[in-house]
């Protein structure tokens, strides 16, 4: 079994910056991908930013320029470092990773429990 714990979110006003860590732990053989979503209430879940193993990067359009994805393969750890937050940053961010399990098998999806990111103006 594969577990993600996301962590890092909080209350920051405008202008501010903010660093959200996720760490993978479990019987892991190898982790593909990781990336971080977003989702508000009653709106689907969106990709923020992604990293795969190789350190190819993928970003929302949106944050392009102010969120950096990074990741640390020797800790199973992804990060995502947030500048010049927004009131509309505010969402609860969803830690997510590709997966495959060790002892082989097939990968999967996995994902954090979430960590709310709220911006005051």
């Known amino acids: 079994q594969v577990q993600l714990l996301d962590s890092g979110g909080g209350l920051v006003q405008a202008g501010g910056s903010l660093s959200l860590s996720c760490a993978a732990s479990?019987?892991?053989?190898?982790?593909?991908?990781m990336g971080w979503y977003r989702q508000a209430p009653g709106k689907q879940r969106e990709l923020v930013a992604a990293i795969t193993s190789v350190g190819s990067t993928n970003y929302a359009d949106s944050v392009k320029g102010r969120y950096t994805i990074s990741r640390d393969n020797a800790k199973n750890t992804v990060y995502l470092q947030i500048r010049s937050l927004k009131p509309d940053d505010t969402d609860v961010y969803y830690c997510?990773?590709?997966?495959?399990?060790?002892?082989?098998?097939?990968?999967?999806?996995?994902w954090g429990q979430g960590t709310q990111v709220t911006v005051s103006s």
């Open positions: 479990g019987i892991i053989g190898s982790i593909i991908a």
């Open positions: 997510h990773a590709v997966v495959t399990p060790g002892g082989g098998g097939s990968w999967g999806d996995y």
